[in-house]
């Protein structure tokens, strides 16, 4: 079965620090794509960054980055600087046939 | 549009009535995909699109889901019989090229249809 599994349900951190949501994944697919999708309460899913399984090199995008270990099957979000804005749902996910496939998500709380 | 656009955003609706939900995705993108959120969940893969032909529906829980796509840009998912546990957010998802193949593209989700079945 293809699963992603986020072990950590809730966090808060203080404004400005560095976090790091968990994530990993099953599947015995070797070509994939990762995602981390952010939920505001307002609901609308927005993409924050992907990975294509194939490239070794870590994906960044502004404050977000990544740690993906392909053999692990892991695949955490680092986000730097955090910003009051960053107080939202995160998802990970993976794509295979373009079928993307869901964790339960981490509820992330920046706090002033 | 600008992005993806859903209607109605909230349905109350009472156990066995039927609802239809609708999706508007972004102009020119030719997959389409539908997704259910339960309350404290990840969205799951309901049904998805490429122009009109519905290329996979096998996350559909029942025979009650239906969805369409007729002229290959607006599509409906429609709900027949409500039931309690049908009680969800639906989001319709876009993306811009086809979706064989394997390329990864980005799906852009709409705000979602909160659906509560009493």
């Known amino acids: 079965a293809q699963t992603v599994t986020q072990s950590q349900p809730e966090m808060s951190v203080q404004e400005a620090e560095t976090v790091t949501l968990s994530c990993t994944y099953d599947t015995s697919e070797n070509n994939y794509y990762l995602f981390w999708y952010k939920q505001p309460p307002s609901r609308q899913m927005i993409l924050v960054i992907r990975q294509e399984a194939y490239k070794q090199q870590n994906a960044t995008e502004n404050r977000f980055s990544v740690n993906f270990q392909k053999a692990a099957k892991s695949f955490s979000l680092k986000i730097s600087d955090s910003q009051l804005g960053d107080t939202a749902m995160y998802f990970c996910?993976?794509?295979?046939?373009?079928?993307?496939?869901f964790g339960k998500g981490t509820r992330l709380h920046i706090l002033p | 549009g600008a992005g993806v656009s859903q209607s109605p955003r909230y349905k109350v609706a009472k156990r066995g009535q039927d609802v239809a939900l609708r999706c508007d995705p972004i102009?020119?993108?030719?997959?389409l995909f539908w997704y259910q959120q339960a309350l404290g969940q990840g969205p799951e893969f309901l049904t998805y699109f490429q122009n009109e032909a519905q290329l996979d529906k096998s996350g559909l829980p029942s025979d009650r889901f239906f969805a369409e796509r007729p002229e290959g840009s607006v599509s409906t998912l429609k709900i027949q019989r409500t039931q309690q546990e049908d009680s969800a957010v639906y989001l319709c998802?876009?993306?811009?090229?086809?979706?064989?193949?394997?390329?990864?593209?980005?799906?852009?989700f709409g705000p979602g249809t909160r659906l509560l079945v009493l």
């Open positions: 102009s020119g993108h030719v997959s």
């Open positions: 996910a993976f794509m295979i046939d373009d079928k993307i496939i």
């Open positions: 998802a876009s993306s811009s090229i086809r979706a064989s193949g394997g390329h990864g593209e980005t799906q852009y």
